[in-house]
């Protein structure tokens, strides 16, 4: 995604200031809105997607191939949250805690926390590369012409998923690990 559509979308999202958060509220706020919203978001649109393909699917099969893709990012990305929420958060927790408290921080699970950030990033590189191949199966979220009122809700779901996800992605991308990394070489330095 490009800077300027990036800039666009934080302003509309009231995110334009995240880069300022305090690391315990960003992920607060990457938990209760992001995390909660594709915990939601997918099975709703993967159960829309099976009832589109019961009624269109003959004339539309590229369906198929749109509702595999969403079925594949909802098992990657539930997986992946857990991992963020029980693996990398509690850790950036304590290391957001260190200077009122040094106690906390003890050895963590996978070394410097390097080591996650970049699986994460991979997976996250992953999710956005599904999103590419729906946005061509489904030309830009089009409904066709025999389409009905639920094709395009359904289409105008997908297409709210991909603006949040990017939205997720670039907060935990550019905003939270860059923090994590800065928060633990000082850590590590005292
Ligand atoms: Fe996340
Ligand atoms: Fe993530």
Redo the contacts with the bound molecule.
Sequence with gaps: MAMRELDALRSTTGEGEAADWQIEPLIDHIVSHHHTYVRNALPSIGSALATLETVHGRRHPELAQVRWHVEQLRLDLFH??LK?EHLLFPYLRDLARYSADPGVVSNSPFGTVENPIRM?ER??RHAAEALRAIRQLTRDYRTPPDGCASYRACMAELAEFECDLHR??HL?DRVLFPKALELERIAWQE
């Design positions: 992946h949250l963020e994460l997976e996250h997720h992605l935990e």
